[in-house]
């Protein structure tokens, strides 16, 4: 056969029979939760598709001109040349719609499918000894992966994406001594500067994505030296590995998810509308709409930035302004415990052995309870970056919302974290009470019966 | 069901899906040919895909062998003899760098310096700031235009009025965008000092944001206040555009006005403090 020619060829020259037959039968454990990692990787696949499609089109050119393009309502008007090329994709370049739509559905996909994937590893504690190295490279995607999406938000240059550049812009100048030049460098001068559309192009559709893809190939190395965790069970322990094998079965598998995955994002992107800009207008400085709202993902910075109470200090005449601490201390303490925790928790646990078998959330209450805890707090502040848009629908005040906010930010966290800690001692008190059997029988393919012990000691997956 | 019924089942399962998958994407074709729709191109697109995804799921769950597989773990440090081995061959260099110390300090030197000077072209990436944060376009005498440009006249607004108003020869310039307001028709102090600025009700606030720099673009006219959409910050219009809640922690700055001889607003200088965001040295 063809295939086995060309085997044979490559052998002939690289040697690499060996290494790929154990690649074949590299053994993958099944469990649903290991599919969400996946399916980040494929919304980055989808992503890099979709833009490579994306860029031919696209201009990041801020100078001015005027539209008279199919979309009606904007003829004659000013704008730049980024907005004119995003109108132009959306109305005049067959399928360039659809594809747009699927590229801002698949980025919104791709950080939720890290999130989740962030979320999975750390109930688990699959960040333990020996993948700490693993655990950094998935904090540091997660990063690059929010900061990608802010990047391509801003390229088409509309009212929403200026408003969220300008509050970049303030962020950034507000860092103590060395905002103002950082600014100025960044943007190429004083707001709104001309130069950030080139530049945020480049970091959108090189830096970031050629970064997200060395770390991805880092991630994955590493996994498949260190092979993957799995839940305890029956005939799993700390020094091997069950489940299905690469070929075919996993490949299969996750070729199947693959696609399902590009599916769900093809109809998302056909169906239902995102980013509609030509609604949004130009950017025009003196503008802004109330009610506007970024990506999901910047949400809780938002959050952070209008909760934080009306605090700056003020030193020898020198000043930090208030957005440091909600837009720069905020997201940097989170970013920095979440690189901390694999470290951290070996610490305080003095636990610094290998771990291959996962925990189950409920065995270990504590870690779990810290987890609620901060995702509450996370979650609150994402809501709370849509107050205003609260306040309207229920018909409150927006101070009394930012109040109500203030205080769940402070009282809710404690409070879930203490009845995670009482929920997860509860079902663990209903594991011991269950009878268990002390030794399981299996029906042999014969028909004969034999008897299967398990583990001593070992939680049932 | 016996397994050879199950098994055939699953593969008439996956030969209907890949078929629909194709069918699809022919569809898929096709609308692009016609002019291309895009809900239709999602639909179809999604089939084609949905058909080869679901196909491949069944085939890797009813007819490929489950196993389970079991692969034991490498154990994944290495042995201590191969670290000692390891670690000899490094010594061969290292002794040598040991012994060669002023050469290692020098290649510091070298390497540290490279470094420094290779920071340098990130200079060209923008301007000096200077004092481009402490200046905006309003000067003595500059006056006052609304976005198209006209000029403002005493009679331009209804007390309640607001518009935004630049500096003549300066639209949409960021820094220079300014909301005036008439919160009366007689003059107005809004704070001790500022006893003209604000002739026959006219009250001028930079409409750059003190908080994170969003244009401060809603007046509240029963309240008199100034809401900033972003992050809902406002502002008491008659006191100097206080912050009265929200993250804002100063006021807006106030722009000096007066009313030449011809009825026409005009700033009677620049803003006295710099505007919009606060930055490390705003005070200096
Ligand atoms: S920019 Fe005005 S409140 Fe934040």
Known sequence: ?461 | MSAPDRERRAVNQVAVAFGVSALASLGLAAVYWQGGQNQVEGVLLAIALGGLGYGFVVVARRLLPQGPYTEERDVLPSSEGQVAAFETDLERGEGWLARRGFLLKMLGVAAGALGVAALFPLRSLGPNPGNSLRRTKWRRGSLVVDEQGEPVRVRTLEVGGVLTVFPEGHLEREDSQTLLIRISDENVVTRKGREDWAPEGYVAYSKVCTHAGCPVGLYQQDVKRLLCPCHQSSFDAVEGARPMFGPATRSLPQLPLMVDDNGLLRAQDDYDEPIGPGFWDRGR
Not at chain 1, 1 to 6: A, G, K, N, T
Not at chain 1, 58 to 85: C, I, N, R, W
Not at chain 1, 303 to 311: Q, Y
Request: glycine share 8%; hydrophobic share 50%; aromatic share 14%.
């Open chain 1, 1 to 461: 056969m063809i295939i086995q020619r060309v085997a044979r060829w490559i052998d002939n020259r690289l040697g690499a029979s060996r290494a790929a037959r154990t690649t074949l039968n590299k053994v993958f454990p099944d469990h649903w939760s290991f599919m969400l990692g996946e399916v980040a990787l494929y919304c980055f696949v989808i992503l890099v598709l979709t833009g490579v499609y994306l860029t031919f089109f696209f201009t990041p050119g801020t100078k001015e001109v005027v539209y008279h393009g199919s979309y009606a309502p904007l003829d004659g008007v000013k704008m730049s040349q980024a907005y004119e090329s995003v109108l132009r994709i959306s109305f005049d370049v067959r399928a360039g719609l659809v594809m747009r739509q699927i590229h801002h559905w698949a980025a919104l996909m791709f950080v939720a499918a890290v999130i989740a994937h962030l979320m999975r590893i750390f109930f688990t504690g699959a960040f333990r000894r020996p993948r700490e190295i693993n655990w950094m490279i998935g904090v540091t995607l997660l990063i690059l992966a929010i900061a990608n999406g802010f990047t391509g938000y801003s390229l088409p240059d509309d009212q929403l994406s200026g408003t969220g550049l300008r509050i970049a812009y303030s962020v950034v100048l507000s860092v103590p001594v060395a905002g103002v030049w950082t600014a100025f460098l960044i943007f190429g001068g004083e707001f709104p500067g001309n130069e950030v559309l080139t530049r945020f192009f480049v970091i959108h559709i090189l830096i970031i994505p050629v970064a997200i893809a060395v770390l991805l190939g880092a991630h994955l190395a590493i996994l498949v030296r260190q092979k993957h965790t799995q839940f305890p069970g029956r005939g799993r322990a700390n020094t091997n590995v069950v489940g299905a094998r690469l070929w075919p079965t996993f490949m299969a598998k996750t070729l199947g998810l693959f696609f399902l995955t590009f599916a769900v994002l093809a109809a998302l992107g056909g169906l239902a509308q995102i980013n509609p800009v030509w609604i949004w207008g130009p950017f025009e400085p003196a503008a802004v709409s109330a009610g506007s709202q970024p990506d999901w993902y910047v949400g809780w910075l938002e959050g952070s930035l209008r909760l934080f109470p009306a605090w700056e200090t003020r030193l020898f005449g020198f000043e930090i302004p208030n957005p440091f601490y909600s837009g720069v201390v905020i997201p940097g303490i989170t970013f920095m415990l979440l690189y901390a925790w694999a470290f951290l928790e070996a610490r305080v646990t003095k636990d610094y052995e290998e771990h291959h078998l996962l925990d189950r959330p409920r065995d270990r209450p504590v870690r779990t309870s810290i987890g609620v805890a901060a995702l509450t707090f996370y979650v609150i502040l994402f809501a709370a970056g849509g107050n205003d848009v609260l306040a309207a629908r229920f018909d409150i005040s927006v101070n009394l919302i930012t109040w109500v906010f203030r205080i769940f930010l402070l009282v809710l966290p404690p409070l879930t974290a203490l009845l995670t800690y009482r929920l997860c001692r509860e079902l663990q008190a209903r594991d011991h009470e269950k009878p268990r059997p002390t030794a399981v029988l299996e029906r042999t393919q014969s028909g004969g019966y034999v008897e299967v012990e398990e583990p001593a000691g070992a939680p049932r997956a």
